[in-house]
């Protein structure tokens, strides 16, 4: 199948702002999806609220847009009476890390099989660019107007803390990166976290003066560097981009089966 048999066309032009990075993570992730050679029906989608949660409208395979915060608690309902699907949960700021926090954790402390995708703008962008758990200081939002104090999660320690089994962070600069993180992500056997580092525009670059688009994505092309490289030495403050952490644990849904087995045979 090719990436156009993924989508639903009839929602195109897509209404996200001009400029914003989702975008580019919905053909990262499509191109995953079509290099893995998946069916439609093999894949679900699970959203929450806000402007990452309109990439399940434009996929054409199954989808699930719930509440804010919850999406991993939908999946993981997904998974468990489903195991041999494909779960995949695309997550903003709240979704994941706000009022999804704990969600999020125990999902990854339980390991189960589904890829996370958290898209880290650092702004609530859809409710008017309030700052978010993943700001960080001295952001400019329209609840900071003299400047956030409050620190931000460093989504892949949280992720490798809490006991996720793969890790990877890249941006929207690097498209090549989201495909192949993505797909990767999906392939492995347990918990999946890959954070996209992806552009507002609207309200994180306007406010603080970071530009256009095209300015915010060469941007970070200059503050990012691969794991372990020099530049990472002679600069500590640069974001390092990778494969972070995968490993092979025991996976939830397979426990709980066995689980299930044992309990038949008693």
Same mark, same amino acid.
């Given at each position: 199948?090719?990436?156009?048999?993924?989508?639903?066309?009839?929602?195109?032009?897509?209404?996200?702002?001009?400029?914003?990075?989702?975008? =580019?993570?919905?053909?990262?992730?499509?191109?995953?999806?079509?290099?893995?050679?998946?069916?439609?029906?093999?894949?679900?989608?699970?959203?929450?609220?806000?402007?990452?949660?309109?990439?399940?409208?434009?996929?054409?395979?199954?989808?699930?847009?719930?509440?804010?915060?919850?999406?991993?608690?939908?999946?993981?309902?997904?998974?468990?009476?489903?195991?041999?699907?494909?779960?995949?949960?695309?997550?903003?700021?709240?979704?994941?890390?706000? =009022?999804?926090?704990?969600?999020?954790?125990?999902?990854?402390?339980?390991?189960?099989?589904?890829?996370?995708?958290?898209?880290?703008?650092?702004?609530?962008?859809?409710?008017?660019?309030?700052?978010?758990?993943?700001?960080?200081?001295?952001?400019?939002?329209?609840?900071?107007?003299?400047?956030?104090?409050?620190?931000?999660?460093?989504?892949?320690?949280?992720?490798?803390?809490?006991?996720?089994?793969?890790?990877?962070?890249?941006?929207?600069?690097?498209?090549?990166?989201?495909?192949?993180?993505?797909?990767?992500?999906?392939?492995?056997?347990?918990?999946?976290?890959?954070?996209?580092?992806?552009?507002?525009?609207?309200?994180?670059?306007?406010?603080?003066?970071?530009?256009?688009?095209?300015?915010?994505?060469?941007?970070?092309?200059?503050?990012?560097?691969?794991?372990?490289?020099?530049?990472?030495?002679?600069?500590?403050?640069?974001?390092?981009?990778?494969?972070?952490?995968?490993?092979?644990?025991?996976?939830?849904?397979?426990?709980?089966?066995?689980? =299930?087995?044992?309990?038949?045979?008693?």
């Amino acid at each position: 199948m090719a990436v156009k048999d993924y989508i639903r066309e009839r929602f195109f032009p897509h209404l996200w702002c001009p400029g914003c990075g989702h975008g =580019i993570v919905l053909n990262g992730l499509l191109r995953a999806i079509e290099k893995l050679g998946l069916s439609k029906n093999e894949i679900v989608m699970v959203t929450g609220i806000g402007c990452s949660a309109r990439i399940a409208g434009y996929v054409d395979f199954h989808t699930l847009h719930t509440i804010h915060g919850r999406a991993l608690a939908f999946a993981t309902g997904v998974k468990l009476s489903r195991p041999e699907l494909k779960v995949i949960v695309p997550m903003g700021d709240g979704d994941a890390l706000a =009022i999804g926090g704990n969600h999020f954790i125990h999902a990854a402390r339980r390991n189960i099989d589904m890829t996370a995708i958290v898209m880290n703008n650092r702004i609530y962008g859809m409710t008017g660019g309030q700052f978010s758990p993943l700001s960080g200081c001295g952001v400019i939002a329209t609840t900071s107007p003299y400047a956030n104090i409050d620190n931000d999660f460093d989504v892949v320690e949280l992720s490798k803390a809490a006991g996720a089994t793969f890790v990877a962070r890249t941006t929207t600069y690097h498209v090549k990166e989201i495909s192949d993180f993505i797909r990767k992500a999906i392939l492995h056997e347990g918990f999946s976290v890959v954070e996209i580092l992806t552009q507002c525009p609207t309200y994180f670059g306007r406010k603080n003066k970071e530009g256009e688009a095209a300015d915010m994505l060469r941007r970070y092309k200059e503050i990012t560097t691969p794991i372990g490289s020099d530049a990472k030495k002679e600069n500590p403050d640069l974001i390092e981009r990778g494969i972070f952490l995968q490993k092979e644990n025991p996976e939830y849904c397979s426990e709980y089966n066995a689980i =299930i087995q044992q309990a038949m045979k008693g």
